[in-house]
């Protein structure tokens, strides 16, 4: 096995790099990597109805989609992700379920090392004292399993719950009134707060461990061209991050000055198929001009404003919703 600390915080190049290690590298590998604030969608999640997209695109979050299933995490650099790629065995990953648990105690181990007392929850978390502090996935490829999750060291959870959408099932079934009530970090369980450099040596340590034959790697130029073309091939494309999301339906409702708007939309591989809009709102021209005209364009604010703007062919948006304006409608929308 390898052991690689990846220096870059970039989560289009982290989310690469993962990647690159399981399907070109293809040998066992244990990487810790941190990135700059970021939504990482699973890989069959609907990217729209996870985040809290206005909230994200003010506070200049990225957002990416991760090959592995399951739900969005939100990373900040007070977050430590681990990577374990590894052939898959009986005794460890034969079967999905088994696989949670046997790199799940390696991270319990670890943390146990800086006196925390950290437990299995559910299918694939990681709690202390009944919360959350990390989220972890897997998947599957030619023999090979890649198992990563986040560890929350002093995250900003303000942050987190303002840009996830949490659905309220989730919250609910987890008796809980919120996002901050059912999240922790770290350090709240520590006697002493630790900075992540202190983190990284402590579970390299424990790795290390268990096992003995592991060895350092440094990326080397060729690694690093080679993840950076998948970057630029899929990790930073809008077709990816939100095109990839499966088949859904968009429903919404909003007020504007001229009255109460309904939108209805259907949108299959992150474009818009079909849209409808009712209500008692009041405008002064004929709305299929503006539902024509959005069919076919990806369901984003920035996409949506082009195409109502060449839709109204410099004619106001209030003409057709009273009171509003492209942006208005655009954030609407989205």
């Not at 499966?246 to 198929?273: H, W």
Request: with cysteine; charged share 25%; net charge negative.
């Amino acid at each position: 096995m390898i052991y690689i600390y990846n220096e870059s915080t970039d989560p289009y190049y982290n989310l690469a790099a993962e990647e690159y290690l399981l399907y070109h590298k293809r040998e066992p590998a244990f990487m810790l990597w941190v990135n700059r604030d970021v939504i990482v969608v699973g890989r069959n999640q609907n990217t729209m109805a996870e985040i809290n997209y206005e909230y994200v695109q003010e506070a200049g979050i990225a957002v990416v989609r991760r090959l592995t299933g399951g739900g969005a995490v939100f990373h900040d650099k007070g977050n430590l992700n681990f990577t374990f790629i590894t052939k898959e065995q009986e005794e460890n990953s034969g079967k999905t379920e088994n696989a949670f648990v046997f790199f799940g105690n390696m991270i319990i181990g670890a943390l146990a090392t800086l006196g925390l007392d950290a437990s299995l929850s559910g299918r694939n978390d990681l709690e202390i004292d009944g919360r959350k502090f990390s989220g972890t996935a897997l998947t599957v490829y030619r023999g090979y399993v890649l198992h990563h999750g986040t560890l929350m060291l002093n995250i900003a959870v303000d942050t987190l719950s303002k840009a996830l959408r949490v659905s309220p099932q989730k919250i609910e079934g987890k008796g809980v009134k919120s996002v901050r009530s059912r999240v922790t970090n770290l350090n709240e369980h520590l006697d002493a707060p630790i900075e992540i450099p202190q983190l990284v040596e402590a579970i390299s340590a424990f790795i290390r461990t268990q096992y003995p034959d592991i060895q350092h790697y440094e990326l080397t130029p060729e690694d690093h061209a080679a993840i950076s073309r998948l970057v630029d091939e899929k990790y930073r494309k809008w077709e990816w991050n939100y095109g990839a999301s499966p088949k859904y339906n968009f429903s919404k409702d909003t007020k504007y000055p001229g009255g109460t708007v309904q939108a209805r939309m259907c949108v299959r591989d992150g474009l818009i198929e079909e849209v409808r809009f009712f209500g008692d709102y009041f405008g002064k021209r004929e709305i299929s001009e503006i539902e024509q005209r959005l069919v076919g364009v990806r369901h984003e604010a920035s996409a949506i404003t082009a195409a109502i703007a060449t839709a109204s062919e410099g004619i106001p948006v209030g003409e057709y919703f009273l009171g509003a304006d492209a942006d208005d409608v655009a954030g609407f929308l989205a």
